[in-house]
């Protein structure tokens, strides 16, 4: 029986709750991975870089098939092996005549086997082990800290707006709008997002009411009628993929779609966490079906035989339908994402 | 190679094509640069590179079709030039070339062996794939997927000028993949029932765009009218230093001309064979470098040409 | 409640992994009904995930049958010591010698793990729900009502709700605080009595048989401890809430915590091995799903395909449907609302329809299988044909171009299917479309037997058991009552029965009475078979003095078949009622037309098998004289089954 304090049983114990949904939303998975490669870097042993990330990369594996749906988890183990690689340059070279999965430049077919020498001069495994837990400490505060998120958009909000969000689970957006609301005031509408986001739209409203901003929760289908007069849609979505396009909770695609018929801006506030190094090639694998009796009540009997019911929890949102995404590093148009996501990911570490 | 005979890059390029079908045009160019290297004595690197830009020149002008083909000597050009200076001494690096030769080829078949893992998740159970033309990585992707026992069917259209269809075509079948063979006149009649098109390239430009052959555009474009996904499956030695806006500006022979007299009988093989289909119709490019966007494409041209 | 008070919570819930029912047999006969597959999960993976979300802390595996595989089973698995991160403390009690959860429950209190509050749970339970909030109501009510020592957990269903099992009793609730005032466990009951005096001094009261009773119950250390106070109690609801609620001297309150929201369910028999099935599939227990532990790939219309299977290019996956890692299917065949196992291979144009194929199965070509179940490494032969209900054992092996009709249940050790007739049609009004053997249920709900709770290898269904009677004696019995403690149970018992026959009491009364002296006494079934012969054979005598002995053995008889019946499980016990019988009747006055009629009757009912008496008559008599009637009757029964073979092979 190992003791409580071992990284194992740890890692164990995350991917438990990772299955279970215990851990849900990807601010809390986030940081909850890097507290854990924090601890699994300091811990484990490892002769050489390359070993490390030959590590964590199965360490991401075990996490990825865990929960196939929270990318937030892949994010940062990518964003981790990204600083491994460059805290220690020498990495670099050696994978790069690695051709197994997937060549590193056009030049692969070319360069000759045994010509890119083996480095030996990695840097000491202590200091790189210092060096990267650095970065992770970074990490850490950067996906704790909104602030510059909330700098950038308290500037594209006006007095007197209206704002319609089809997002009230995000806490993103609440501490935007509570953050903004010291400064401006707006109207923001909330749609309900039947079925799973009823309760969350009532919360979320009775957040900002306090807080003294107008609210109205609106039903799903009156979205369309009221996109005129509407100044903005705000967006948090649960993952921004390489493309610009992002993964959202079932029930934003409508008032995106409705903003983009009525020429209504949509902007999209996603902590750098939330990028992913993937493209949205298989839209279907990376949406999550949620529970049916959300949609149909378990005790109807004769419906419940009757009918087959589906309750998809996300939709996917291409880059067309999106006016600027809005990181903590700023915003950007949605078709620049790629580059984005490139300076934080290696495209070595695509598949973990 | 006889020895008494001068050296005659065409000729090479040529046998390169001819010994090995499963050869790529750019890939027997750049065989035929090595082939040269051996023949040619350069003193200097600045004669080497003088003699290889001469041939690579020489070789686009013989050929009629030379975009797949100077992707290839480009790409050899550039490399010799960046690397001739790292080479303590260039002698060395021009012997390794040589010496390697017949590896180059072995590892662009290994490209598409590459292609084909990489593109395995893209093809799904049930799924229905138009595919046009015959392109070998598409072959070599589906035959894995068939090996993987993905259960898919395959439009293949006829590819009419080429006429490659029926030899795709069949091949598909001989894989047990239920396949039909379709017009190319038909393809907006099946198109709503496809869920994904797959196309292989001769070339893909610095755009991300796809040069291809005859009919590739107006496929990928009665599939982006439809909202399908387009997959471009391309080795990375494809990739050229090319921005043509639209198929005007390949580099072809004889495009099509306006008579009002009846001429001698219809033939289709006179006119181009290849064209261009823009960058924003494609959904991704499946390559040895992994699944790019198309803006992906001059990410890579940018990394070796100024990198 | 704060996450906080959650964590520092003890909570210690108990797992009966034995249902002490017979209602998978022949599967349970393999396995024990917590390890069965459901959607190729065994459910106790289900119990335990549930457990894992109410945050408990340490969990007992109560095991009866099978224990060894329960803990094998357990050790190996993710719960076991050699994981990494088990969320709780567990560990499982091998209860050999328990005959029912009475029986589990006294073994319980006995052991003194109980501290405080405890969640009772069935390991046969899916559920998904809030337990927190529950738990909070149950420490709410304990407040207020200090009797409060049990509260149910009912998910709010319909009555012909296809989870809802058909044997779930009338609930009648306080609708104001939903104390549960009166249970009726009877279904076919025509009415219910209720205290006036209790009825109206409660505001309004429910009658509710749309509850899926779910078996998840929060439980106060009282409640092992007043099993162990009242030795007859056997079922948790018949006995138990039934006990509890019309006993005045208790006091006890049982509440009831309606679920409106989320998923909760039992599978308790094969119709609702079937209907949970569909649920989990149809995604009404998420997050409790297939593809929870990401090794499943979900596709649109709910089906799921695990790695490594091999789909041939022609072959149809409809909705609904799992399929386990490296099964193969063939070429032209048709899958739909079906599960399928890990390792099977399914031949070409076979036709599965709500079929639930389990691990390692092999189908040949041309099968067609609907609303069936096929165990584990069974073999189903080309060309076979399985009918609506039917289940094949572990093992078995279907021939091929077999019919199998409809409700059959098939096993390995018998070669002849054992196939069960179902003219019994009571409840089957409601809808059954794509009721997996919703008919074979309603055969076996009687477990109302003295001995529901017989175990393991007794098939008393099969009549083959090929245990051979040894022992078993009229002087043996004679000899056993020599010994004191037997002697006080057979002389209360009989006087319990006598009486019983003088009031006029109904039977249930007597069953219980006997049952409670069984209990107290630890006498075995031997002596309630004695006991009650030789109480119905004094009756009848007495009764010879005024009436003639047909009348009077056939009436008395006949009045007791159902008791008798609840002493009888299989041909052992039937031959020794009847050796029973023939020594009461040695040295009484008319013995050998007593014990004729006797004969007579006890086989018209159906008491006592044919075979019974042949067995009977070829053994040892106790007195020739006492037979001399009887022997006509065994000839003219012989020569009546010989005939009827005679016709059956013309």
Redo the contacts between chains.
Sequence with gaps: MSAKGDINVQIAAFTAQLQRREISGSRAVALATAHLISRFVSSRRWPTADDLINQVKRLGRELEKAQPHELACGNIIRRILKSIRTVDETVELVEAVDDRERRSSMFGILSVPGSGDKSTDHMRSRDLKAAVIEDIQVLIEEIGNEEPLQRVGTEMINDNEVILTPCPRSVTLLDFFLKVAQKRSFTVLVTECYPNGVEDAKMFAERLTKAGIRTEILPDATVNAVMSKVSKVIISPRTVLANGGVIASSGMALPCLAAKNFNKPVLVFAGSYKLSLLYPFDVERLIEVGNSGKVIDFADADLMDKLEVTNPLCDYLGPELLDIIITTDGGHPPNFMYRIVLDNYSTQDQIL | MDDDMPFDIKQTYLKFLEEDPQLTMP?AA?QSLVALLADAQPKTSAELIEVLQEASQTLKDSVPNSISLSAGSD??LR?VV?NIHDYSDWEACKR??VE?GR??AE??K??RS?IAR?GL??V??NDIILVHGRSRAVHQLLELA?SK?V?FQVYVTEARVCAEGQIAAAAFRKL???TCMIPDSSVGYVIPKVHKVFLGAEGVAESGGVINQIGSSQVVMLAHQFKK?V?VLA???K?VRLFPLSSDDLTTETPYTFTTTETEEFDPANGPQIDFTPHKYI??LIT????L?P??VS???I??WFG | MPPKKIEERDLQAVVLCDSYEERFYPLTKDKPRCLLPLANTPLIEYTLEFLVSAKVTEVYLMCCSHADQVTEYITRSRWGSQSPHVPFKLHTIELPNTLSVGDAMRDLDSRGIIKSDFLLISGDVVCNMDFNKIWDGHVKRKQQDKNCIMTSVLRQGAATHRTRPRQTGLYILNQETNQVVGYEWDINVRKVSLDATELLSRPSVAFRNDLIDCYIDICTPDVPALFQENFDYELLRRDFVNGILTSDLLGKAIYAHILTDDYAARVESFRTYDAVSRDVIGRYAYPLVVDSRGTYVYRKGHIYVQNNVVLSQSSHIGRNTVIGRNTKVGSNTVITNSVIGRNCTIGDSVVLKDAYIWDDVTIHDNVKITESLVGSNAIVGAGAVLNPGVIVGFGHAVEANADIAQNSRLCRSFSKECEVSDDEDDENNHNEMGLLTSRMDDIYLSDDSIASTSRGDSNRRTKKTKRSLSAISATSVMSARSDEGEEDFFNEAVESISRAILDNHSQDVSILELNTLRMTMNASYDKVQAAVIHALVRHISHLVTHTDPKTATVGVFRQFTPLLKRVTFDLDDEVMVAHCIESECVGRNHGESILIYAMMTLYDTDVISEEAVYKWWDGEAVSTEVRKLVAQWVDWLRNAESESDEEESD
């Design positions: 890939v750049i790409l050899f490399f960046r390794n070339l390697n590896t180059f590892r662009a290994e490209s590459l990489l998740p893209f799904r159970d068939a026992h259960r047990g993949i239920p996904p997959f080795e990375s030695h990739f959904t991704a040895d470098l992994g699944v966007t803006s992906g990410e890579e041209l990394k070796i």
